[in-house]
């Protein structure tokens, strides 16, 4: 953080107080792999039964 003119300057993680991971990204994937084969299974499943 710096002090330029009157006002303050500082990098985009000085200003979220955090390091951007690319972990979100790979947690939103699973996920969302994970809820489509789920909800596959539960439609899938009872409709081979029904026969």
């Known amino acids: 953080m710096k002090v ?3 006002h303050v300057e500082m990098s985009d993680e000085e200003a ?14 699973i996920s ?13 499943i009872p409709a081979l039964l029904d026969r």
Request: net charge positive; glycine share 6%.
């Open 32 to 44: 969302l792999i994970l809820t489509i084969l789920l909800m596959s299974a539960v439609w899938i």
């Open 16 to 29: 979220s107080s955090a390091v951007k991971g690319h972990g979100v990204r790979y947690v939103l994937a």
């Open 4 to 6: 330029v003119d009157n």
